[in-house]
Structures are given as structure tokens and as C-alpha cells.
């Protein structure tokens, strides 16, 4: 089960360790990774790349992880939107999507996994 649409491209990310996705829908722009099989800390190191990537509210960072990255979350929940789902193969998928006045506060270059 693919998450990342046939006619997304390979984009470049500086300090990323895994393929890192874009596709637009409409007025949104989308970026996507999949950490699902990487270890500590890759999951935190690429999510912290991928949100210096989500600077407006029209674009959104899809992380695929397989499980929840708690030390993430712990981080970095305050300052963005996030969707969390639960997907059928265990997987979990975030969205995290620009939140106004907190998105600009978020300390992206501690890429340091703490629990």
C-alpha cells in the first residue's frame, strides 16, 4: 500500500536521510517520507528536516512511521496542527500542517531524540 501518489516527485531536503516526496492538490502542497523502517534517530532527524519545509498553511508534511513518535511529539506538538492515524498494517501516518504565530517558534535544529 503505497501513501505517496504516482505523480509525486523526489525533492531534495538538506539533513535527510530518507527519500522525501512532493505533489500539490489543489491550492496545498504536500511533502512525505516514510521512517517506517529506520531506527533512532532518523524518524526525529527527518521529521525536524521536513518542517523547516512547512512555512504557510498551504503546505503540509505527511511523516509514515512505524509507530508513534512520541519524542517528537513531545517537541514539537505545540507549535504545528498534527493528524495522527492509525493505519491498517500498524503503521502510523502524522500530517503536520502550519499553525499561525507557533509554527515560527518550533526549535527545528534539535533533531535530538530525548523519549
Known amino acids: 500500500m503505497s501513501l505517496i501518489p504516482q505523480n509525486a516527485q523526489k525533492v531534495p531536503v538538506e539533513g535527510a536521510t530518507v527519500d522525501f516526496y512532493r505533489w500539490s492538490e489543489g491550492d496545498t502542497t504536500y511533502y512525505a517520507f516514510d521512517t517506517s523502517r529506520c531506527g533512532p534517530p532518523e524518524p526525529m532527524v527527518n521529521a525536524m528536516a521536513g ?3 512547512v512555512t504557510d498553511p498551504n503546505t ?22 498534527i493528524q495522527k492515524e492509525e ?25 535530538h531524540c530525548h523519549g
Open 60 to 81: 503540509k508534511l505527511i511523516m509514515i512511521n512505524h509507530k508513534m513518535p512520541m519524542g517528537l511529539l513531545n517537541k514539537i506538538e505545540q507549535n504545528y496542527d
Open 87 to 111: 493505519l491498517d498494517d500498524g503503521r502510523v501516518k502524522l500530517v503536520f500542517s502550519y499553525k499561525p504565530g507557533e509554527s515560527e517558534r518550533a526549535d527545528l535544529n534539535d533533531s
Open 51 to 53: 518542517l523547516k519545509l
